[in-house]
């Protein structure tokens, strides 16, 4: 069974709305959990690494107040994308990373903003 | 340069042919290397660690080369089930966490 949930697995809406995407661990406690972003055809690029109680780390190039991130329990991340546009729609993954755990990837989130 | 590199293909192959992946990676110190399958649409599955004496699991062989920093995937007795995009997948060394650094896959299809 999954040990990684993402929510909602595919969103539609229109450009300016804010969308908030879940990333949960089932049964274990996920002190690292990641964000990926994939757009057609291209590799998995990771966006932050986000760790329980601290403020995540964003790789080069992704703006921090338009994804917002907060990981305020062992098993939860949210991923925000904020005043979301057309160049925003891509497909999101999550993964967590726990003690003896390894990384388990989420269903993805197929974002679609029109 | 791309961190990991891999021929995206599409291989196209019959069922029952023997096929061959190849990747690879600029950072030397890279601790971690995998392959992951992704479907269409879907999020990506871990198929295999990747360890220097090689190792295999059922019609799936891996081989890393640290020298050539060179990673392969061989899959024997193709089915129509391993039609997918397989990614190259290495943990550089950064010192701590599980950071992976995906290559752009290479899609198989495999036809009857």
């Known amino acids: 069974g999954a040990v990684v949930s993402q929510h909602p697995s595919w969103v539609i809406c229109k450009s300016g709305t804010s969308v908030k995407i879940e990333c949960r661990s089932l049964?274990?406690?996920?002190?690292?959990m990641f964000w990926y972003r994939q757009f057609p055809k291209q590799s998995l690029m990771l966006m932050a690494t986000?760790?329980?109680?601290?403020?995540?780390?964003?790789e080069q190039g992704v703006e921090k107040d338009k994804f917002l991130i907060n990981h305020a329990s062992l098993t939860l991340s949210t991923l925000t994308v904020t005043s979301a546009h057309p160049e925003d729609s891509s497909f999101y993954i999550c993964?967590?990373?726990?003690?003896?755990?390894?990384?388990?990837f989420g269903d993805g989130t197929r974002l679609s903003i029109l | 340069r791309k961190e990991v590199e891999q021929d995206p293909g599409p291989f196209n192959v019959p069922e029952g042919a023997t096929v061959a992946f190849n990747c690879t990676y600029s950072?030397?110190?890279?601790?971690?290397f995998f392959w992951y399958r992704q479907d269409c649409r879907k999020e990506p599955k871990l198929l295999m660690s990747?360890?220097?004496s090689g190792n295999e699991d059922g019609r799936f062989t891996a081989q890393l080369n640290r020298a050539s920093q060179y990673i392969s995937l061989l899959i024997r007795d193709s089915k129509l089930s391993d039609s997918a995009t397989y990614l190259c997948?290495?943990?550089?060394?950064?010192?701590?966490?599980?950071?992976?650094?995906f290559g752009t896959g290479t899609q198989l299809k495999v036809e009857l």
């Open positions: 990747v360890y220097s």
């Open positions: 993964s967590a990373f726990g003690q003896n755990q390894p990384q388990h």
């Open positions: 986000s760790n329980e109680g601290s403020k995540a780390t964003y």
């Open positions: 049964d274990f406690q996920a002190t690292t």
């Open positions: 997948v290495v943990n550089p060394f950064t010192g701590g966490g599980n950071k992976l650094t």
């Open positions: 950072n030397s110190a890279s601790q971690s």
